[in-house]
């Protein structure tokens, strides 16, 4: 304690109202009020220690058949809230229909800043693909953006704690590269499916300069919207 009687250890007191150890409790002989409130702001919690850790959540979808956004915030309140992690509205970072495959991203971008800034110091997102499509990209990126800035990395839906779940490296890499193949696998099936539909004249995604979709009367997809089959566009006949 320093000589002056104010150290940290030297001060006793109701809520703010801190006197010297061994003083009785005239108000008078109070430490001045500017004194009081560095203690109660600054000393006093971190002579107690933070209850909670500082948080951020981290989310994304690239198409509406992936789980929205809403949900994966709320997955991850939920785990936060479990684990004494604070997450104040202005750390939650979104990408909406954005690909996992670039960097080029608002959401991460924001995310990076408040890691360098040090205004987090737990990473929470949904899944290990939500930050990035390539394992080795997610793996560089929690290696060399988190863990290397000695902070946390929570995975809800993998339940992976880079804190507390061991061999999480190894887990990491096996989600990560689970989700890898999977995406692959979903790519060739889309493919597949949009050759299956040009070759019967069906309408999908965005229609040409020059051409309309005539709708099949009693026709439906299985997202309950009527098909459509490429129709040159009778406006537009001369130029196609």
């Known amino acids: 304690m320093p000589a002056n009687g104010y150290g940290r250890i030297g001060l006793v007191g109701d809520g703010c109202g801190y006197w010297q150890s061994g003083q009785n409790r005239d108000k008078s002989r109070r430490l001045p009020l500017l004194a009081q409130e560095i203690f109660c702001a600054i000393i006093l919690p971190t002579s107690l220690g933070r209850s909670k850790k500082r948080g951020a959540i981290y989310a994304r979808f690239s198409t509406k058949f992936q789980k929205s956004i809403e949900a994966q915030i709320q997955e991850c309140r939920r785990r936060a809230a479990e684990h004494d992690i604070d997450v104040d509205d202005v750390h939650v970072?979104?990408?909406?229909?954005?690909?996992?495959?670039?960097?080029?991203?608002?959401?991460?971008?924001?995310?990076?800043?408040?890691?360098?800034?040090?205004?987090?110091?737990?990473?929470?997102?949904?899944?290990?693909?939500?930050?990035?499509?390539?394992?080795?990209?997610?793996l560089k990126f929690v290696a060399e953006e988190i863990i290397d800035r000695k902070k946390r990395c929570v995975f809800v839906a993998q339940n992976i704690d880079t804190e507390t779940t061991q061999s999480w490296e190894f887990l990491l890499q096996?989600?990560?590269?689970?989700?890898?193949?999977?995406v692959q696998g979903l790519a060739k099936q889309i493919q597949a499916s949009h050759i299956n539909l040009a070759l019967r004249n069906r309408v999908w995604g965005t229609i040409t300069f020059g051409y309309i979709g005539r709708v099949i009367s009693g026709e439906f997809s299985h997202s309950g919207?009527?098909?459509?089959?490429?129709?040159?566009?009778?406006?537009?006949?001369?130029w196609v």
């Open 93 to 138: 970072f979104v990408d909406e229909a954005k690909t996992g495959k670039t960097h080029k991203r608002i959401g991460l971008k924001a995310l990076l800043a408040g890691l360098d800034r040090d205004d987090f110091e737990v990473v929470i997102t949904f899944a290990t693909n939500r930050i990035y499509r390539k394992m080795y990209m997610a």
């Open 174 to 182: 096996v989600f990560a590269m689970v989700d890898e193949i999977t």
């Open 225 to 238: 919207k009527q098909v459509r089959v490429w129709s040159i566009d009778p406006d537009m006949r001369a």
